[in-house]
Each structure stands twice: as structure tokens, then as C-alpha cells.
């Protein structure tokens, strides 16, 4: 439905020009939702503008739905009128002169997109009642809640039955509480309409829970395009893993194809092919994937509980083995005195292998 | 350099945006082109000459309008400084009660023109007809009246409390933006009262004040409408006034070139103070974006006190305006000019108002309604297109268009009305008849008017934000569309109060009407202008009365629509 190919796109500043955009290439299947993740800076807004034609971009080319809307070399330009597109920007951008319903009509009867004037006003109830906003839409949008100004800003980019969705970091304005409710309705409002969506954010939870897929990008460059589960469980490099929820570093030294020996001693793992042995690699390990039982008891390696941090569902324990410290996720209700001694396991599964250099 | 552009094309709006920069350049540089001429211009018996400069600065005339000039600026500074900025302390420092009456009258201030009042005080103090040195003679039996206004430090007087309610504006937003809490750490940090005044608060304020003191100072030297009504009939020249009997001489041809090489003395002149103008402001800038925001300062409790500010306030509103006006207002139905007093009050008819000549108060007046409506229109546009490209695009050029826009507020007026009728007469003559048409005075207003449009236009599209318009431009909306549904609805408080200042700033000019004035153009100043240059004080007096009269339901619109954002910018 989108397909971006060779998209870059160069700014000029103070400094000397800025690589928003490096060279990516993106291809979001019809009904997808597609989410860009990746920190402050990383050029997501840069690429969601560029399909929204807000930006020209300086190499590339951008087809929506088939239709060629932007080739950097060849000329060509759909305006962001002409495009099919409904955008949620991070401002949510509501007009504040117009109120509920007028914000949502709008489209419909000064856009490119408009409809016979019959059928305005149903279908402007019906993007109000699909964001639960039936009976606000008189009000005026400066009176209204931030969760609620964003509900507006979705129904009047979906008003127009858009057949790709843009979505500029919508939620990151909203209370922690809203967010999550919020981020389950989009999910909702989305797979209800059957719209293809892009969505930006740098909040990795989010991403995780919302795309079909998930696009880790950093400095312009993608440095991975995968299902949510693959991006958490084998990100392809130190950056994602970093990243996209919590991992235990240390420093390793390949030993043959199946141990490495570091600071925990030698352990067993899963060398990736172009590591030969002597290489220096960085283990990784998630907190979760670490057990750990109190005492002596168990065989493995033995540790002393530094600190713990109680989190309601879990508890996160930093234990010190060896010349090692090692953040470790325990679930349930054991708890563990501070310089309690304990042994952690290390399952082989549990170990990423990141060759050195990435 | 690459032009301002909106998703990869030249924005449309450019050619609108350029037009006026391309006015402003073609009024000066037409200015230059002519004091390098001699001999008929415009004609092949014309040749590029420096006899113009020569003559200039050869003829001692030009040394004495300079010192008259300079003392003149200086005392206009001097007076209006003193009287604006104690107000604008007191108004932004301390209790005291009335702080709206206090804008109001400054803003009003502001808006009544110089000619007035500049006629209002010959009645008082011409050395001959001014009626305090009439009072003073019979009095004490002198040959000649004391108190002489006609002087470049009488006339400073008077034009500096025409510019007083300018000082306060430009300084009353230093004093909101220094944060007095700077004071308090040095005082706290062990430093005496004196030693915070000389580090702290001087430095702080200093770049404000000293750029309020090069504007004023520049607004000064290029004055007309005071040193004209006070200064011409007694023949003391400035700038200004020297200028205007080189190209409107009463027995002779004019000289052209001569008029364009003092023109060129003068534009270099605004020019060296533009630039230092510049430098003063982005340092006062710096200043302002460390302090200011998200404070209030401690007020001073004036007590007692409060009465006597209010009595200068009040002392200041009477002699600069509310008397010079109501003599104004008392000769219009006088007899002759001479003091007012029981007998006179018994002479008082509507005899003078039979003398005028309505035909041509009807003209003036249809034409200042005209420029009224169109001018305003104009400017509007024109700094939309300025604003929008500087605020909303990236290009270099846009700093190019900010100075452009910026640049006919510290040149001034007179200049662009002297370069208007050059080009007028010796450049479009042939193919375009301006001369004479209030097209020619409506494009020299609207150059003159579009920095204030601008600025005031370039903070309101800063507070909206982009993607409000780009919300518009992704729901299907085209630029047109977009800009009437979403950016004028939410620019309109801001375009009205521009619209209606701009109006009341055009129904008051004298000096470009003036200038640009024929019998076909004239508009109501100017015909106020010519009955008093032709010594019909009764008459002029008489149209000043009805301009006033019209000027309060204006006054009162620009109440009701504009003034917050009027005063916040200019
Ligand atoms: N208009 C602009 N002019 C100059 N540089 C820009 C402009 N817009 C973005 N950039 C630069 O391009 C890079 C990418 O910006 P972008 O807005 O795409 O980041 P982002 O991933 O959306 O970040 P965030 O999560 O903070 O919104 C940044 O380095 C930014 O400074
Ligand atoms: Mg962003």
C-alpha cells in the first residue's frame, strides 16, 4: 500500500546539512499497521511527512497505494491534498476556531475528498461515534480535554475514509493511564476502518503493542523491519536490543562455535557464524530470562542482592556475580534480603551474541 | 540563492511579497539616479553629472540646516525621552491607579497628527501672532515677544511631545521585560544601590533606551509636518523643510538634482543609523530572551505620590495636545487669529466656514476615503505574503525579505515621497500616468506601512502552528482553501487591528500628501497643508476642526477592535 524506496531527504542548518533520512526503504502491506520506532532525532517524522508530501524529499521515490506520488528524480509531486492519506499530528493540530463537529466536516466539504452534502452529516457522527465523541460536537475543541482534542484529531483523519493512516507520535501527550486506554482504541479504530497505518514513536511499549510490524530506525537508517516479537526477542544488533526493552551487557572474548568466556566464566551460547574464536563479542541477557532462587541450594553460579526495586507485578534485583552486575527480573512474590547470597541460572537460550564492532 | 519555496515550488505568494520590496527600491535608487543627472531629465538633454554635490555642498545654506536639523533632532529626542519614559515607569514599576487611561492617552497621543498640534502651538507662541507673547507685550509694554517657537529647539519642543507617547512604548516594554529580580541578586550579592544602578541596571537597560533614542532621533531629523507649519513662514530651514522649497520653489524652476543630492545626503544618513539601529536592537534581543517570562515584578507603592504623577500625566495631555487643539478648534470660529478672551468670545461665528472652499474639502476628503480602503487592503495582503514566507519557509532569501519589509521603518517617509514623484515624473511619466493620481500617494503608504503590518503579522503566525495549517493541506484541503478556512479565521483579530490602524495612520499623514499633492490627488491634510501654507490660518483651522470630528467614531473602532495587538507591536 506504501512502498518507499531509496527515500532520503537532507536539511540545512547552521551546522552544515543534516541527514535526516539516509537511503531507507519501507514496504507497508494493505490493512498493516506499520510503526517507526527509534529515539529523539532518528528522522520518524522526517519519513512520515515525506509520505504525507509536507516534505519534499532530496532522493527516492514514495507510491502510495500504487500511484507514484513522489520521485525525487523524475519530478513527479502529488500534493498532500491529492494524496489519500489522513494524518494525527503530534500537536493534534485541532482548529481551534471550529468546533467539535465543523473540525470533522471540514475535510469533507472543503477538501479534495469532499462528498454530497447529504451524506455530511452521517458520516461525520459516524468518525465521532467511532472515537466516542457522540454528543460533544457542539463543544467548542478549546474546551476540551487532551485525550478528547486527540479523539477529534483522529476522527477528522479518518472522516474521509483515508486508505493510509498517519500517525505522528499521538499519544505522547497524554497521561500514562489515557495513553494505554488510548493506544488499545487505536488499535481498534484502526482494524475497524481497514486502513493501512503508519504510526511514529520513540516509546518502545507502544510500539510493541500496537504495530503488525515494527520499523527500528536511528540517524535515518533502519536497523530493523520485523514483528514485534522477533524486534524483542533476536534484535539483529546492540542498538535495537539497547533500545527495545531491557538487557544485561557484558564483555566476551569467542571461544569456539558454542562457548564464549567472560566475566561470568565460560558460558554456553550460540556464537553467530562470523564471530572467529579469539573475537571480542558482547553477551547480552534479559532480565527475565535470568532465574534466580535464594540460597545455595541450586547448582550455578552464586551472587550477592545489591539492591531491589519493587514494581508491583515484578520485582528487579541487581545481584553482583563475580566482577559482574546483573539486573534480574524476578516474578511472584519472592523477596530477597539486601547481601542475601542466591544463584542465578544463565539457560544458553536466554544469551544474544553481538559480534563487536556493531 | 533559492527562493522561498512550499513542497519544492516558488511559492505564489513571492511575487506579492516583492512587489513592495521592489517599490522601495526603485524610490530610492530613482533618488540616486537623479542627483548624478543634470539638464532636462528623463530627456536626451540630460547627462551624468557631479555638479549637483558640487553646488550642495558649496552653497553655506546646507551647513546651516544641518545645525538646525541636529538641534531640532537632539531637543526632539531630549523632550520626549523626558516625558515618555518617567510614564512608562510608572506605569510598568509602580501602583499607580489608572494604568489603561494612561495607555489610552498615549495611544491617542500617538494618533493626532503633528499638524495639528504644530498650528495649535503657533496660536500660542509664534513670536508675533502667539498669543502668550501678545499677553506678555501688552503686559509689560516690550517691543517684541518674547517666546519663540519657531526656532529648531522650539519646534524639537513641540515635535518632542508629539513623539513622547513613542518613547513610552518603546521603553515600557524594556521595563516589562527586565526582571527586577536581576536587581535584587545584585543588591543581595553585596553590591550598593548606586554600584547596582552602574552594573546591572544600566547595562541592562541601555540598549533599550539607546535604540529608543537612534529611532526617535531618526524619526526626528526627517520630520516635515512641524518644522513646516511652525518653521517655513518664519524661514528656518531643516532637512525636511530645505528639501521641500528645492523642489517646490515659489519663483523659480526646480532643480531636481539639487533635491536628489540632498536626498541622497539624508538617505545615508538613515542608513548609518538603520545599521546601528539594528546592532542596538538584536543586543537589547539577547537581553530580553534571559530575562522576561513567568514573573511579576514588585510594584513601587507611590502613596502620596500617586497625585502628583497623575498631575504630570495630566499637565503633559493638556499642553501636548488638548490645548493646542481647542485654539485650533477657537480660531475656526474667530474672526482672525488673536487670544482668546471675552471680547473674541462675543465675535465667535460660523463665518470661516463659509470662506472654505467645500468643492475642494469634498475632494480631499473623497481621496483620503479611497486611500483608506485601499491602502489598508494592500498592505494586508502584502505583509500576509511577507509574513507567511518568512515565518513558514527555510530559504535564505526569506532574511532578505525581513530586512526588505523592516528597512522603510527607519528610512524615512519623506524620502519615499520624493522618490515616488521623481519616478512619477521622470521614469513613468510616458508610459504609466501616476502623477498626480492617489495610486502614487497609496504606493508610497503602502511601503511605508508594511513594517508594522509585518511585524504584527509575523508574531501572530508565529503563535499558530504549522501543523494547523498542515492539519488542512492533509485533509484534503488546497493552499486557497486552506489558508480561508484555517489561517485567516485565526489571523483575523490581528488583521483587523491592523486594518484599522493602518486607516487611522493613513487619514493623518501630512508629510507624503504633501509632497505628492496636486489638485487631483489632494486629500484632506494636504488641504489643510495648502490653506495654511497660503496664510488662511481661519480656514485650515476650520477643516482641522472637522478632521477631529470624524478622527473620534475611527478612535472609537480602533478601541473596540485593535488596540492590544496595535500597541504590543509598534
Ligand atoms: N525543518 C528542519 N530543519 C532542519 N533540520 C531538521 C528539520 N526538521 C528536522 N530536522 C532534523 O532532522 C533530524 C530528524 O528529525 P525528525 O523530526 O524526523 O526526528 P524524529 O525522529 O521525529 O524525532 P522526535 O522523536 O524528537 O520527534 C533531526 O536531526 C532534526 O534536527
Ligand atoms: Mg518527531
Redesign the interface.
Known amino acids: 500500500m506504501i512502498s518507499i524506496r531509496k527515500l532520503e531527504k537532507i536539511f540545512d542548518s547552521a551546522r552544515g546539512p543534516v541527514r535526516a533520512v539516509d537511503v531507507i526503504d519501507l514496504e507497508v502491506a494493505e490493512g498493516e499497521f506499520m510503526v517507526l520506532l527509534g529515539p529523539s532525532g532518528c528522522g520518524k517524522t522526517t519519513t512520515l511527512r515525506c509520505v504525507a508530501g509536507l516534505e519534499r524529499p532530496d532522493g527516492g521515490s514514495i507510491e502510495i497505494d500504487g500511484e507514484l506520488v513522489d520521485s525525487a528524480g523524475g519530478g513527479t509531486y502529488v500534493p498532500p491534498e491529492r494524496r489519500d492519506i489522513g494524518m494525527v499530528f503530534q500537536s493534534y493540530a485541532v482548529w481551534p476556531h471550529l468546533n467539535v463537529f465543523q473540525n470533522v466536516v471540514l475535510p469533507l466539504t472543503e477538501g479534495q475528498r469532499r462528498i454530497p452534502r447529504s451524506e455530511v452529516r452521517d458520516r461525520a457522527r459516524e468518525a465521532l461515534r467511532l472515537v466516542r465523541l457522540d454528543g460533544l460536537e457542539e463543544r467548542p475543541v478549546t474546551d476540551l480535554s487532551g485525550g478528547q482534542q486527540q479523539r477529534v484529531a483522529l476522527a477528522r483523519a479518518v472522516v474521509t475514509r483515508p486508505k493510509v493512516l498517519l500517525m505522528d507520535e499521538p499519544l505522547s501527550n497524554l497521561d500514562a493511564r489515557l495513553r494505554d486506554q488510548m493506544r488499545d482504541e487505536l488499535r481498534r479504530i484502526a482494524e475497524s476502518v481497514n486502513v493501512t497505518s503508519l504510526y511514529v514513536t520513540h516509546d518502545q511499549a507502544e510500539a510493541l503493542s500496537l504495530g503488525d510490524r515494527v520499523c527500528v530506525m536511528n540517524e535515518g537508517e533502519i536497523l530493523q523491519l520485523a514483528t514485534p516479537k522477533e524486534v524483542y526477542s533476536e534484535p539483529p544488533n546492540l542498538f535495537v536490543a539497547r533500545f527495545v526493552g531491557e538487557m544485561n551487557f557484558l564483555p566476551a572474548k569467542v571461544l569456539d562455535a558454542g562457548h564464549v568466556e567472560s566475566g561470568l566464566g565460560a558460558i554456553e551460547c550460540a556464537v553467530p557464524p562470523g564471530c572467529a574464536p579469539g573475537s571480542a563479542v558482547t553477551l547480552g541477557i534479559r532480565p527475565e530470562h535470568i532465574g534466580m532462587t535464594a540460597g545455595e541450594s541450586a547448582a550455578g553460579p552464586r551472587g550477592q542482592v545489591l539492591r531491589q526495586t519493587y514494581l508491583g507485578d515484578a520485582l528487579h534485583c541487581q545481584v553482583q556475580v563475580g566482577e559482574v552486575e546483573l539486573t534480574v527480573k524476578a516474578v511472584g512474590d519472592a523477596e530477597y534480603d539486601r547481601g542475601a547470597t542466591v544463584t542465578v541460572s544463565l539457560p544458553e537460550k536466554g544469551w544474544h551474541v553481538f559480534p563487536e564492532g556493531q | 540563492m533559492r527562493l522561498p519555496r512550499f513542497?519544492?515550488q516558488v511559492s505564489p505568494l513571492l511575487p506579492v511579497a516583492l512587489a513592495p520590496m521592489a517599490l522601495v527600491a526603485v524610490f530610492i535608487l530613482v533618488i540616486v539616479w537623479v542627483s548624478f543627472q543634470s539638464g532636462t531629465l528623463g530627456t536626451v538633454h540630460s547627462s551624468y553629472t557631479l555638479e549637483n554635490y558640487h553646488d550642495v555642498l558649496g552653497d553655506s545654506a546646507i551647513y546651516g540646516v544641518i545645525w538646525n536639523t541636529l538641534w531640532f533632532a537632539f531637543s526632539t529626542v531630549f523632550f520626549a525621552l523626558i516625558i515618555g519614559l518617567p510614564i512608562a515607569w510608572l506605569t510598568e514599576r509602580t501602583t499607580i491607579p489608572g494604568k489603561a487611561a494612561i495607555y489610552v492617552i498615549m495611544t491617542l497621543g500617538l494618533l493626532i497628527p503633528g499638524i495639528f498640534v504644530a498650528m495649535g502651538w503657533t496660536f500660542i507662541a509664534h513670536p508675533r501672532i502667539g498669543f502668550i507673547n501678545r499677553w506678555l507685550v501688552d503686559l509689560f509694554a516690550l517691543d517684541n515677544g518674547p517666546v519663540n517657537i519657531a526656532t529648531p529647539m522650539g519646534m524639537g519642543f513641540v515635535q518632542g511631545m508629539n513623539l513622547a507617547p513613542l518613547a513610552f512604548i518603546l521603553t515600557t516594554q524594556m521595563f516589562r521585560a527586565m526582571n527586577p529580580m536581576l536587581e535584587e541578586a545584585a543588591r543581595t550579592a553585596g553590591m550598593s544601590a548606586t554600584a547596582t544602578l552602574r552594573r546591572v541596571t544600566l547595562p541592562l537597560a541601555g540598549p533599550a533606551i539607546l535604540a529608543a533614542v537612534i529611532y526617535i532621533f531618526i524619526v526626528g531629523i526627517a520630520t516635515f509636518d512641524i518644522p513646516a507649519v511652525i518653521g517655513l513662514g518664519n524661514r528656518v530651514y531643516l532637512f525636511s523643510t530645505y528639501l521641500f522649497t528645492l523642489t517646490f520653489p515659489e519663483d523659480m524652476e526646480p532643480r531636481y538634482g539639487i533635491t536628489g543630492a540632498v536626498g541622497v545626503l539624508m538617505i545615508v544618513v538613515a542608513l548609518v543609523l538603520t545599521a546601528w539601529y539594528g546592532r542596538v536592537l538584536q543586543r537589547g534581543n539577547r537581553y530580553q530572551v534571559i530575562t522576561g517570562k513567568g514573573y511579576r515584578p514588585k510594584m513601587l507603592d507611590l502613596g502620596g505620590w500617586n497625585w502628583a504623577a497623575w498631575g504630570m500625566i495630566a499637565v503633559y495631555a493638556l499642553i501636548s495636545k488638548l490645548v493646542p487643539i481647542a485654539l485650533v478648534g477657537f480660531i475656526a470660529f474667530a474672526p482672525y487669529v488673536a487670544p482668546p478672551s471675552l471680547e473674541m468670545w462675543e465675535q465667535l461665528s460660523l463665518n470661516n466656514f463659509y470662506n472654505v472652499n467645500w468643492e475642494l474639502v469634498w475632494r480631499g476628503m473623497k481621496h483620503t476615503l479611497i486611500l483608506m480602503f485601499v491602502v489598508p487592503l494592500a498592505v494586508m495582503v502584502c505583509a500576509f505574503a511577507i509574513s507567511w514566507l518568512v515565518v513558514r519557509t527555510?530559504s535564505r532569501g526569506r532574511y532578505a525579505l525581513e530586512f526588505g519589509a523592516f528597512l522603510p521603518h527607519t528610512v524615512p517617509e519623506l524620502l519615499f515621497a520624493i522618490g515616488a514623484l521623481l519616478v512619477a515624473l521622470f521614469v513613468l511619466k510616458d508610459y504609466v500616468p501616476l502623477y498626480g493620481t492617489v495610486w502614487l500617494i497609496a504606493l508610497v503608504y503602502l511601503v511605508t506601512r508594511l513594517p508594522f503590518a509585518t511585524r504584527a503579522l509575523n508574531g501572530a503566525l508565529l503563535q499558530i502552528?504549522k501543523?494547523?495549517e498542515?492539519?488542512?493541506?492533509?485533509?484534503?484541503?488546497?493552499m486557497l482553501?486552506a489558508s480561508r478556512?484555517?489561517l485567516l479565521?485565526?489571523l483575523r483579530p490581528t488583521l483587523m487591528s491592523v486594518w484599522i490602524w493602518t486607516a487611522l495612520l493613513v487619514y493623518r499623514e501630512v508629510t507624503v500628501a504633501v509632497f505628492l499633492a496636486t489638485e487631483s490627488n489632494i486629500t484632506l491634510t494636504a488641504v489643510v497643508w495648502s490653506y495654511w501654507a497660503a496664510a488662511g490660518m481661519t480656514e485650515a483651522s476650520v477643516v482641522t476642526t472637522l478632521m477631529i470630528l470624524f478622527f473620534s467614531p475611527l478612535l472609537l473602532l480602533f478601541w473596540i477592535f485593535g488596540r492590544r495587538s496595535a500597541l504590543a507591536e509598534d
Open positions: 513542497n519544492g527555510r502552528h501543523e494547523l498542515e492539519a488542512a493541506y492533509v485533509s484534503g484541503l488546497t482553501r478556512r484555517v479565521p485565526l
